[in-house]
């Protein structure tokens, strides 16, 4: 740790619904739930009005439909958050050279690097406070937690003891104290798996496991993971911001809207997963060795399999073919309700010549409409942008039975009409999207 708490921790606040509310007036002070619309859809972000009635990420989007039947149910649009998040990063690295972002919405600061600053406790607090400002005018009004500490560790536990919208800074020297009343799951990678088995040695807060001693929290958790989670409890933590983290693996999956046992049509998704896997690896200028595929059973179970291939590719017909072979491997006919392809061993050198696979034409690509996913349900995306030739830019409201409702607003406007139209009404389009920072 470090004598002055110059590492910090910013985590925009409720980020994907907040951005659904600056950019629609009418949802502004109203309960917004952003995720997967379709039958299987899972909560990405509730706003803090929608939390009020215990909707949270990872909740099964029927769930949060019950708890909080009135809500606006919209799906990502992922090109207006990393436009949000690209201005929020050059804010970041205005301050450091060393930003490590770990989402769109969170990242870490190194305040020590670059040019020298004050770093005592006062100091901190006004730049945090002076960037919040900034961040808030520079994004039309989002707003972020910050936290500050020692470490990245108590960085992240003073962002959310800052939450919603606020600063906070453990004093070093304060750290053991600030976290020992807080629940054992506060500590990074402690998830229920691991409270199960912690909670066999009675410990439920921090202050409990500060009571066991090294050898104990080993012999429950193994060593390596053992001696990590004891040295945290005690604010031990040296670990650097690091601003480039590599990456390690690019995968694409989908849930479907109900199960799928085609093993032709289970095929030919993992060939369209196959090529957008290998476009994000040829914008990363990266080449993978191991193909990946994931299954996910109607009862919730997965199974993983996986080739390692005797060179490097971004050619999709590669993994696509790695992909059919390794899904061809697993009896699908009990159906499948989630399929995902990826790569890993990323190299920046390709190996072709080394590949012992006869490479195959790949067979055609299913269209959406043949596998509905909870990503893109039939008709207009709940949320989706969309521009009227005559009425001008507005939202989708909701869809179906052959219509489409459009709320008219934009964030500049205030709250809008609302008009409904022939889903294939040929005046209706969708909105170009957002150019990125």
């Not at 969170?106 to 919040?132: C, T, Y």
């Not at 001693?213 to 993971?225: D, F, I, P, T, Y």
């Not at 095929?267 to 090529?275: D, F, G, S, W, Y």
Request: hydrophobic share 45%; glycine share 10%; charged share 25%.
């Amino acid at each position: 740790m470090r004598s002055v708490a110059s590492i910090m921790h910013l985590d925009l606040d409720a980020f994907f619904a907040a951005v659904e509310q600056r950019d629609k007036p009418s949802l502004r002070g109203k309960p917004v739930i952003v995720g997967g619309i379709g039958l299987r859809g899972v909560v990405s972000t509730a706003s803090y009005e929608a939390r009020v009635f215990g909707v949270g990420s990872a909740m099964a989007m029927s769930e949060a439909r019950r708890r909080c039947p009135n809500a606006a149910f919209v799906g990502g649009r992922f090109g207006a958050y990393r436009q949000a998040s690209g201005i929020v990063m050059g804010l970041l690295r205005e301050l450091s050279p060393l930003v490590e972002p770990l989402s769109l919405d969170e990242a870490f600061v190194d305040l020590a690097a670059g040019e020298p600053r004050p770093l005592d406790s006062e100091s901190l607090v006004g730049l945090a406070q002076d960037l919040r400002a900034r961040l808030t005018a520079a994004t039309g009004g989002l707003t972020a937690s910050v936290g500050l500490g020692s470490s990245k560790f108590m960085a992240k536990v003073a962002s959310e003891l800052a939450k919603p919208d606020g600063v906070r800074l453990v004093e070093p020297g304060t750290e053991v104290a600030t976290i020992a009343g807080l629940p054992a799951r506060a500590i990074p990678g402690v998830g229920p798996a691991t409270m199960d088995r912690l909670a066999r040695l009675g410990v439920s807060t921090i202050a409990d496991l500060q009571r066991l001693s090294q050898a104990e929290v080993v012999r429950e958790l193994g060593k390596s993971s053992g001696e990590h989670l004891y040295r945290l409890a005690r604010a031990d933590d040296d670990r650097p911001v690091e601003p480039e983290r590599e990456t390690k693996s690019i995968s694409v999956e989908d849930t479907f809207e109900h199960d799928i046992n085609d093993a032709g049509v289970l095929a030919r998704i993992a060939e369209r997963h196959a090529v957008s896997v290998a476009e994000r690896l040829a914008r990363a200028e990266l080449f993978a060795r191991t193909v990946t595929v994931k299954v996910r059973w109607p009862d919730f179970s997965s199974i993983s399999r996986s080739r390692t291939l005797n060179g490097a590719t971004d050619r999709a017909e590669v993994v696509a073919q790695v992909a059919r072979a390794l899904l061809g491997g697993l009896d699908t006919s009990q159906g499948v309700r989630l399929l995902g392809v990826g790569v890993s061993g990323l190299v920046e050198v390709a190996q072709e010549p080394l590949f012992d696979l006869e490479v195959s034409a790949p067979g055609r690509v299913v269209e959406e409409s043949e596998a509905p996913l909870t990503r893109h349900p039939a008709g207009w995306l709940a949320g989706s942008d969309v521009v009227h030739a005559r009425l001008g830019a507005g939202w989708v409201w909701g869809s179906g039975l052959g219509r489409v409702t459009v709320r008219f607003e934009t964030a500049e406007t205030g709250p809008g009409p609302v008009r409904t139209f022939a889903i294939d009404d040929p005046e209706l389009s969708a909105a170009p999207s957002p150019v990125l920072p």
